[in-house]
């Protein structure tokens, strides 16, 4: 196979990065106030989607999915969703005693 | 495709690299080579699972104690569980037959990364090595099952611990075989070989490498909470303590169940070489094989919980579960179907691969078959835990991986070996293999029906008639064993030097010197057509 | 002799982060099953947890990860001191997180809470399993944490010795990968222990 070397790769600039971190923080911050004050069983439901966001910054920025071949971001997408529907089909049985 | 003309490199076997004797072997990275030891260090061990086996049977040939006690043979099934599952079955034709022959049939030289290749057998032995040490340390061998059901595994005063994480350990190996057969496929395969030009057995072997690489950690992780339940009673799965006993189960499962299609799906992928091969004629239904290939490793991770049918489940899991293992065997069915109709109208030649082969259709049949009689709720609140559960597993692994294993042997023996065997020794034994394998297992299905439970030691006389038939089958089955081994093993020294080509094949394996040079490759191939063109 | 593939390398890296992730996934299971048959009591279990040391090893971790994404830019543009640099602080800041664990964890063990222990015993299921859940995945975080620091060190080495530089730099991507993957398990865990009061 021919050297494949990184291809004229994409360079993220430093500012981006710390952007990111700061809307993290931000996040992080919104997450915990909100858990002081907010109500039963929702309160879950929105910490997990803040945690879904921030990760998804992780994944897409950090971990330079968003400039790679799609076939990854696929992956991972397939891979957490397999792990949300085991988790689903676990809960089938726990749900229904 | 013409033979590539011989040139001066010594072939893979008589290569001198940088080490010598011992040390050229268990230092190699080279694929071929890293595929010999893991086929001595399974055969080993394949034989002390047997002779398990064996010796089982032998003491279920009459009621009561005939040959050892009771706790020795639940210590006994614990280890041949152990052994022919994690040591055998599971590493089992990838770690043999894909190691040696993936890089090859796809044109390339080595595996995308062969240290880690190196890496993942030091695994798998020193895995088996911690279970054979649990054994002989402690307060006595693990005697819950290979399972290792939740509460007993972390009641029991057997000796669980080395067991366990030599489990562990041999989950490591597993991953980084198939982690290392995904890069591959994805970036190593010759110029024009798009993925649909790939032949069968490496598409399977993608297709396992998945389920390796997102099965396993779950097994993994479950078998440290074993441990962390036995050292620090965390309580995950002990009632006292608020835990679950049926989750263990669940997730055991999660895994356990994926496993079975890293057993079966390269032992398929073999057959769906073998086949066209011998039958001089083009697989029918490439498309749907590899389709099917896919949706088999898919469909196989939800439908765990028919291992669970008796446990305690609700009922919405009950359905739901048994549903989708029906949804399983069809895509098991269309493979069947487009073997045998690869078949049809074929110029067939009677050889011993194809022997195994069409042993494999007929074995593997009998055992989906009574698959479905336990994925149907009703049926299975009867047969779970019987006989019937055992002659199905039996029938389907040791008769799918298995035969596809010693089909595959037969194969691809010439190539790896550059000797041709004695055929009509190989027919003999797997002639006598056949009967004693049918008898062995076949009557467990019916004492299954009339009630005897697996796992025990002892049983009611109604069962003795049965019992004998089927201990009988058994010493036939190790005798035709036997046969085979000698045979493969004495046509090392005795057997006709073995061309490129002996049975007309017409994937790249056969295109390169028996046994074949350290690169594989003068030059990497460039593929202009599908892998199965006969004319 | 053998020719680079860093796509290659990149996708091998990848592919073990699925099974670490799967890994975490069994105990994810187990939590899941466990919140559903003990709310109250992992209710009120999560508030003996410091919220206030639960978000500061956030923000540790994350703006880990945003000195090793930087350093890869740094690498890029062939500024090997600001590399180093930013790779010094990642350590730094991993082996704080470390640290804070271990006054937690402490904070526990003077209560004699661990698993196993009588204390907790006499609390009831919910509280064991919450505990059990809280410490096993934890710890089994921190490990981790401890696996990526030695990475990114030998990491740190090599570029010292030049043996990774602009031209060449997948292994630190890929150690940033791994770097990040244990931060993203950390961005679940926090929510799933410090916050569900």
Known sequence: MKTIENEKNHIIPYKTFLYVLAGLIALTLTSVTLTRISLGTLTVVIALIIAGIKSSFVLRIFMHLKFENKMFSRAVIGVITLLCAVIIITLLDYLNR | MSTQKNFEEPSYLDHKGKYKGIFSWILSTDHKRIAILYLFSLLTFFAIGATLGLLMKLELIAPGKTIISAQTYNAFFTLHGIIMIFAVVIPGLPAVFGNFFLPIMIG?????????????????????????????????????????????????????????????????????????????????????????????????????????????????????????????????????????????????????????????????????????????????????????????????????????????????????????????????????????????????????????????????????????????????????????????????????????????????????????????????????FFCGFITLYGEMFFLGMKGMPRRYYDYDEIFHTGNIFSSLGAVVMYFGLAIIIINLVSSLRNGAKAPSDPWGGKTLEWTIPSPPPVENFEEIPVITKGPYDYK | MTHRDDLASKTGMWLFLFTEMLLFGGLFIVYSVYRYRNPIAFHQAAQELSVFIGTINTIILLISSTTIAMSITAIQKKNKKLALSLLGITIILGLAFLVNKYFEWGEHFKEHIYPGSAVLALRGHGDILFYGLYFFMTGLHALHIIIGLVFIMVITFSIKKDKIDHENYVLLENSGLYWHLVDLIWIFLFPLFYLIT
């Open chain 2, 108 to 432: 390339a030289k080595d595996v995308a990364f062969p240290r880690l290749n190196l890496l993942s057998w030091y695994f798998y032995v020193t895995g088996v090595t911690l279970v054979l040490i649990s054994q002989f340390t402690g307060q006595g061998p693990p005697d819950t099952g290979w399972t290792f059901y939740a509460p007993y595994s972390f009641r029991t005063t057997g000796n669980m611990l080395p067991a366990v994480f030599g489990a562990f350990v041999l989950g490591f190996s597993s991953i980084l075989t198939g982690l290392n057969f995904l890069v591959t496929i994805h970036r190593m395969r010759a110029p024009g070989m798009t993925w649909l030009k790939m032949p069968l057995f490496p598409w399977t072997l993608y297709a396992t490498g998945w389920v390796q690489l997102l099965a396993t950690p779950i097994i993994g992780i479950t078998l440290l909470m074993i441990i962390a339940e036995r050292t620090l009673h965390i309580g995950f799965f002990d009632p006292t303590l608020g835990g679950d006993p049926i989750l263990y189960q669940h997730l055991f499962w999660t895994y356990s169940h994926p496993a079975v299609y890293i057993m079966i799906l390269p032992a398929m992928g073999a057959i769906s070489e073998i086949i066209p091969t011998f039958c001089h004629k083009t697989i029918f239904g490439y498309k749907f094989i590899v389709a099917s290939s896919i949706a088999i490793a898919f469909v196989g991770y939800f439908i765990w919980g028919h291992h669970m049918f008796t446990s305690g489940m609700s009922g919405t899991a009950l359905y739901t579960f048994s549903l989708l293992t029906f949804i399983v065997a069809i895509p098991s069915a269309v493979k069947v179907f487009n073997w045998i109709s690869t078949m049809h109208k074929a110029s067939i030649d009677l050889q011993t691969p194809f022997f195994w082969a069409i042993g494999f259709l007929f074995v593997f049949m009998i055992g989906g078959f009574s698959g479905l009689i336990l994925g149907s709720l009703a049926t299975d609140i009867h047969l779970h835990n019987t006989h019937f559960v055992v002659a199905h597993f039996h029938f389907i692994v040791f008769g799918g991986t298995g035969f596809a294993f010693f089909g595959a042997m037969h194969y691809w023996y010439p190539k790896i070996t550059g000797k041709m065997y004695d055929s009509r020794w190989a027919n003999m034994g797997l002639i006598i």
